[in-house]
């Protein structure tokens, strides 16, 4: 495309979504700072809107054209290659390009409204005279004060810092100002999320030899990163990615490149970010961090250290796949399996396939890390478009755990009501806590009992708005719904029949918790979900004193699973495997045997040898068997027969689309007139399924319908789908979504 330095028109997004690009007029003052990428204000009907320039014009056609308003920001806030990626994704992912524009940048960063932070500091208005401090003594002895020390200062101090430390108020600092002996200047000081914290530096360990093998080929893809493939770092639990990561950072610093790391939101823990901080210190600001918990001024202020090229390393969760880095050498994503990556509103992308296109664009190493690699990735590696790479030791030759099945169908048999702990867990635990080593019991769902059943007349307490059973939590003795939040009071009688016959079935992991303090009282006892963990200092804090070994057992959901490193951890217990592998989705066995090997790997990275439990009514399901070996290429290869057979991706892409409404008449007939329509406009080398209540019929009061549909033109596909409904009106209180390669079939 043309790009004039001085161009006349530009063609632009604004952020509201309709559909289309429009065209303005640059006035002549404004021509030299416009560039691709800047953000604008632009009049649009009778208001003006916040917008994004795509194209530099010489000339437009558009008819009534007007011209821009102002500029907004002083420099491009998008590189052409982050609206080349965002060009891509529209039509992928099947939405509108505001909408992928909308997830580029930060709202902070898009609103322009929350700035640097400033603050006053304190400086001598020039020479100050010892002879004036004694006249003032007389009149103001604690202006005087005041006067003394900020003479003595060599540089300007914080005014609340200076005010703190003499114990003197504003009122005394403003009336020297007055006087015109002190000066006070507004300086941005940084929010920086980590400031606070000190971080150890660390430097390149030494690697084994597969590591070494491992590093040699990816630093060598640096010399023609437009040619490289992708490449897939396939390495066990523990087997030293993360160092592998950190010495290729540094190679592409060294190479004076930039590079960007994505973890999972969940293990983004302070022990990630530290062995990043800890490892490049070569100026402050080198490394900026963005995730979930930043605070509106945090995220403006680590965005801006990344546009401003300060930052050179960003680690981040998801949408730091979107980090403003110029100059891109690198990207990591480490467990790029995991399903987190995915978004779960519009725009639906897969961060993990979003790296690998941005890294095409911008001809640079992608990376991606796992011990348990995703179908997709592990298949593209095998077919040879990525480049497979294998770590099959734990570093120091650590032993891989110990496995052991406990068949819960014998224990049953044996103890007539359902344990939460078998015989063999609970002896393990004992023995544990004999040695002074340290537990991690592992179940993935929260609260104290899953459901609240009449035994007289058979009526569950379900939430009024899903289709789900309300969880019972016994600290705040109230019925939950996890997926709307719907909280009600705990009904002493069943609401149904009005006998006094109400019972509590299922467990979660406020239960386990209470019958493990039951059965070893004098254990030291914590818990980690997302009902103990509200505040972030609350899962630092656990994590310090379990790694301090003030924790004996930490029973947790799958927050506890991932990326944690603590060498005193001998012992897991899987409480029930099969939780995941029941769910309505074609994905469910793979995620059960990443999650096994995942959780497992949390055993046994000290010198003592590991040892895992893993209790279930299914032991012999490949995805427990397979885990159970370390046997991934085993598994691996009959999970994807099963893929093949049943024409699910890897071999096929699936689109799958959701219509919602509170009326499910309404959402009904909706789906049934979409899938018609897609009947007509879908060829046959594309799969079409019925409309059908979706698993989960029933969210947050809405009614829901899926189509799914799968085929090989995954592009071709979108557009067909995005043409239908474009033509179709759906009526107000139906809603459709559309989720391209969708993690979630619920
Ligand atoms: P992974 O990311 O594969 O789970 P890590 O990179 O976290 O593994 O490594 C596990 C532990 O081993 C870490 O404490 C790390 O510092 C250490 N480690 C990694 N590589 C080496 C090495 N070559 N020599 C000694 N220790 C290492
Ligand atoms: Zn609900």
Redesign the pocket.
């Known amino acids: 495309m043309l790009s004039p330095s001085e161009p006349r028109y530009v063609r632009v997004v604004i952020d509201r979504a309709i559909h289309r690009e429009l065209d303005y007029a640059v006035p002549e003052t404004l021509a030299e700072r416009v560039n691709i990428g800047s953000r604008l204000r632009v009049p649009f009907r009778e208001k003006s809107a916040l917008a994004t320039v795509l194209a530099l014009l010489d000339q437009s056609d558009a008819k009534g054209i007007r011209p821009i308003e102002a500029i907004v920001g002083e420099a491009p806030i998008l590189t052409e290659q982050l609206l080349e990626l965002a060009k891509w994704m529209a039509p992928y992912y099947c939405c509108p390009i505001e909408t992928v524009i909308r997830s580029l940048l930060p709202q902070v960063v898009r609103k322009a409204e929350v700035g640097w932070k400033k603050q006053l500091f304190v400086q001598p208005a020039g020479e100050i005279a010892s002879e004036e401090i004694e006249k003032l003594r007389r009149r103001a002895p604690r202006q005087a004060e005041l006067l003394e020390v900020i003479k003595r200062l060599e540089q300007p101090v914080r005014a609340t810092e200076l005010l703190r430390q003499t114990a003197l108020d504003n009122q005394t600092l403003r009336a020297l100002v007055k006087r015109g002996l002190a000066q006070l200047r507004e300086e941005a000081v940084p929010r920086d999320p980590h400031g606070d914290e000190q971080f150890v530096g660390t430097t390149s360990?030494?690697?084994?030899r597969e590591?070494e093998a491992a590093l040699r080929e990816i630093t060598s893809a640096f010399g023609s990163p437009e040619n490289a493939s992708p490449i897939l770092l396939h390495?066990?639990?523990?087997?030293?990615?993360?160092?592998?990561y950190l010495q290729a950072i540094r190679s592409a610093l060294d190479l004076g490149r930039t590079a960007i790391v994505l973890v999972p939101e969940i293990s983004l823990t302070p022990q990630t970010v530290e062995r990043f901080k800890g490892r490049f210190n070569d100026s402050p600001d080198i490394v900026a961090v963005l995730h979930s918990h930043l605070s509106e001024g945090e995220r403006h202020d680590e965005w801006h250290k990344i546009h401003s090229g300060r930052a050179r390393i960003v680690v981040g969760a998801r949408s730091a796949v979107f980090a403003p880095l110029q100059n891109l050498g690198l990207i990591v994503v480490?467990e790029e399996h995991e399903g987190t990556y995915k978004q779960e509103e519009a725009p639906r992308y897969h961060a993990r396939d979003v790296a690998v296109m941005r890294a095409k664009i911008e001809k640079c190493i992608i990376l991606l890390?796992s011990?348990t690699p995703s179908l997709e990735s592990y298949h593209n590696a095998t077919r040879g478009k990525y480049r497979l790479l294998n770590?099959t030791q734990r570093?120091?030759e650590g032993q891989m755990p110990l496995m052991r099945i406990v068949d819960l169908r014998q224990e049953r048999r044996r103890e007539k009501a359902a344990a939460i702990l078998s015989e063999k867990l609970r002896s393990a635990i004992a023995d544990r806590l004999e040695k002074r080593e340290q537990t991690i019991l592992f179940l993935n769902r929260r609260g104290f009992s899953t459901s609240l059943l009449c035994s007289n007349c058979g009526q569950a307490c379900d939430c009024p708005n899903c289709s789900v059973g309300l969880t019972f939590h016994r600290h705040v003795a109230r019925l939950n719904c996890h997926l709307c939040g719907h909280t009600a009071a705990v009904p002493k009688k069943c609401p149904s029949c009005g006998q006094d016959a109400l019972i509590y079935v299922g467990f979660g992991t406020e239960k386990v918790e209470a019958t493990v303090a039951h059965l070893f009282p004098s254990a030291a006892i914590r818990r980690m979900d997302a009902d103990s963990m509200t505040r972030k200092e609350a899962y630092r804090e656990t994590l310090r004193s379990f790694r301090a070994g003030q924790i004996d057992i930490l029973v947790g959901t799958q927050m506890i699973a991932k990326?944690l490193?603590f060498p005193n951890v001998t012992l897991v217990g899987i409480i029930n495997a099969d939780l995941a592998l029941h769910l309505p989705d074609f994905r469910a066995g793979e995620r059960t045997f990443q999650l096994l090997t995942q959780v497992a790997?949390r055993a046994g990275?000290g010198e003592t040898p590991g040892e895992v439990f893993v209790q279930t009514y299914t032991p012999f399901s490949p995805s427990i068997q397979f885990a159970r070996h370390h046997d991934f290429a085993g598994y691996f290869e009959q999970e994807l027969e099963f893929r093949e057979r049943c024409d699910f991706p890897p071999f096929k892409h699936a689109i799958l689309i959701t219509i919602r409404c509170p009326h499910e008449a309404r959402a009904k007939l909706s789906a049934e007139t979409l899938r018609r329509r897609l009947k007509e406009a879908l060829g046959p080398e594309f799969t079409l399924g019925e409309a059908t209540p979706a698993p989960l019929e029933k969210l947050q009061g809405q009614f829901r319908f899926h189509i799914l549909m799968r085929g090989q033109a995954i592009m071709r596909l979108s557009r067909l789908v995005r043409a239908t409904l474009d033509k179709l009106p759906f009526p107000e209180d139906v809603a459709v979504a559309v989720d391209v390669d969708p993690y979630q079939l619920l």
């Open positions: 360990l030494g690697l084994n590591q390495g066990v639990t523990g087997s030293g990615k993360t160092e592998i480490d890390g011990a770590l570093v120091d990326g490193h790997g990275r």
